[in-house]
């Protein structure tokens, strides 16, 4: 029920970030969402891809510090107050979202976020019929 | 085993007793025989009878590598060249090497110690015993093969080179023992199995490596390859030659000939001496030596002294393993740091590559320091994809590093590969504040 998303450690210098991009760009990998979560020195470079495993081996040959983390996408309709209505859910159930990002696509909300409790998410989104998006629904998009 | 329990058990007070009478009787012999330290000891107003116990030690001057040169090739030795019997050299990076000219009597003593030594080590005369440092003006061949003759061991002078031809005598003549340079082994282990030599089929159960700084994970791989146990064994030329201290059975440091070369821990920086337990340069005083004696002299070696009785039941002071050289070292908020103090803790922890960089700054009137680390790419995994989880394990290297250095060090994770691979220790700090 998660897709794979990319965790990257990114330096505050010029010319890391164009060094990761490069990477992808030369392996054909499309970029389909992305966050960068930043501090004074660093950033983790969150990103949601075509084919996240093959794209974390590339980096990884490109000496990038590069992670797979799960997280969830779920489908909202692209209307005010229904990323609200979601995260509601989730917070009634007790689970604590670390991040969310969100993006648009072909008419659709996607909200991306990971849990502190992966198993119950699961069961929330289940029980109230959330479309959740998997890691082949992602690749047919890009 | 002990091989002089007299000595190596003796109790604190006869040692002190001693050492202060040999103190008075090598200064007096100095005195007289030594221009260079009787005009040292002349400007300080010191004259040989204001020595008479070990605690007047303090009184005297340093000798430093420097004034061995100065007075090449003899001007620092005591005994006349008819007294010498054999003369090493120690090679330097920089201009003329030192000369050490050794008498009968140290000779003597040089095998006594190394008989010490090699008795700690479990060695016995039923043992043969390959010597693998190289013979010639370097101390360790001859230094090692010597007290292999002196215990009553069986030598085999294999020195270095010809490494199949010593592996096939280590073989087939059924060799126990072995002394040579970690690196060696290592060496030997590699070419073992290019050969097809396992370990099974050679005897060799005990090692004296030395000559070289090297660490627990090298004696654990060369115990493992060659199936010996691995002993440390500390010396200089400058003070005599390997043996001048040697690890026992309980391998917790390394005991001290201390009635022979006296120990002491100073600051490097304000040349004052250190309670034991801590750790500054290691100084040596010969009390012994004829052929060229010594008075505090300054080994640039860090480490710290361990007093007391050990389990072995030696009451030998020991001497920790070598944590760096004094030149290295920084001064830091008042605080002596050295990079290898930073090496360790990072060494330690696995999700860091084995490289770093020390950043010193000046802040506000106030030293800063940075250490920056490089992540392992295998160690970074899913948890990371937040800040706190990078910070949380910056905190930890923090914490560790503050407990060694006392001063508190901002750590900053460096992606894999992005910290330059340095030669030397000082290709690991960036000063800022000398520009
Ligand atoms: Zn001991």
Redesign the interface.
């Known amino acids: 029920m998660t897709v794979h998303?990319l965790?990257i450690?990114?330096?505050n210098r010029s010319g890391?970030l164009i060094k990761v991009l490069e990477a992808l760009k030369q392996a054909g990998i499309q970029i389909i969402a992305s966050t960068i979560?930043?501090?004074a020195?660093?950033?983790?470079y969150?990103l949601i891809c075509s084919e996240p495993m093959r794209a974390c081996e590339e980096l990884?040959k490109a000496?990038?510090?590069?992670?797979?983390?799960?997280v969830f996408a779920i489908e909202i309709d692209d209307q005010p107050g229904r990323a609200a209505d979601a995260v509601k859910t989730f917070s009634e159930a007790g689970i604590s979202i670390?991040?969310m990002y969100s993006f648009l696509l072909r008419g659709k909300g996607i909200l991306v976020f990971?849990t502190d409790d992966n198993g119950k998410a699961a069961s929330v989104i289940t029980a109230n019929n959330l479309k959740s998006i998997s890691e082949s629904d992602l690749s047919g998009l890009a | 085993m002990i091989w002089n329990p007299n000595k190596e058990c003796m109790s604190r007070d006869e040692m002190s007793a001693l050492q202060g009478k040999r103190l008075h009787k090598i200064v007096e012999y100095v005195y007289h025989n030594v221009p260079f330290y009787r005009n040292k000891l002349q400007e300080l107003d010191i004259r040989p009878d204001d020595i008479q116990t070990i605690e007047d030690i303090k009184k005297l001057p340093f000798t430093t590598k420097k004034d061995l040169r100065d007075n090449y090739p003899f001007g620092l030795q005591a005994a006349p060249q008819s007294e010498i019997i054999r003369v090493h050299a120690s090679s330097g990076t920089t201009g003329n090497p030192t000369i050490v000219g050794y008498t009968r009597k140290d000779i003597g003593v040089w095998s006594e110690c190394m008989a010490r030594c090699l008795t700690a080590y479990g060695v016995t005369r039923n043992d043969i015993f390959s010597v693998a440092y190289g013979y010639g003006l370097f101390t360790g061949g001859l230094g090692a093969h010597y007290g292999v003759e002196h215990l009553g061991a069986s030598v085999i002078p294999a020195g270095t080179g010809n490494t199949e031809k010593h592996l096939k005598l280590i073989r087939d003549l059924g060799i126990t023992g072995l002394a040579c340079t970690p690196s060696y082994a290592l060496y030997l282990a590699e070419t073992m199995d290019k050969l097809g030599i396992r370990k099974e089929d050679i005897k060799l159960r005990v090692g004296a490596f030395g000559a070289e700084p090297w660490t627990e994970n090298m004696r654990k791989e060369i115990e493992e390859r060659l199936g010996l146990k691995g002993y440390n064994i500390y010396g200089l030329s400058e003070v005599m030659g390997p043996s001048v201290s040697y690890e026992c059975q309980i391998q917790h440091g390394s005991h001290i000939c201390e009635d022979h070369f006296y120990p002491e821990i100073i600051n490097p920086t304000t040349l004052e001496p250190l309670p034991a337990g801590q750790t500054g340069e290691l100084v040596f005083t010969t009390l012994t030596k004829e052929g060229m004696p010594v008075l505090r002299y300054r080994t640039r070696d860090l480490c710290s002294l361990m007093p007391g009785t050990c389990d072995c039941g030696r009451t030998s002071v020991r001497m920790g393993r070598i944590e760096g050289r004094s030149d290295d070292m920084l001064i830091i908020r008042g605080i002596n740091v050295f990079p290898s103090q930073v090496e360790s803790v990072v060494l330690s922890m696995p999700e860091f590559a084995p490289r770093y960089m020390l950043v010193v700054d000046r802040v506000n009137n106030l030293d800063t320091l940075q250490v920056q680390v490089e992540?392992r790419?295998e160690f970074?995994?899913?948890?990371?994809?937040?800040?706190a989880a990078?910070?949380q394990l910056e905190k930890k290297l923090a914490a560790k590093l503050k407990s060694v250095l006392s001063i508190a060090a901002k750590v900053?994770?460096?992606?894999?590969?992005?910290i330059e691979r340095s030669q030397g220790k000082s290709a690991h700090v960036i000063d800022k504040r000398k520009l």
């Open positions: 998303q965790s450690f990114i330096e890391t979560a930043d501090t020195e660093y950033g983790i969150r990884k000496n990038v510090a590069v992670a797979l983390s799960d670390a991040y990971r | 992540i790419q970074f995994t899913g948890v990371f994809d937040t800040p990078v910070d900053q994770l460096k992606a894999p590969n992005t």
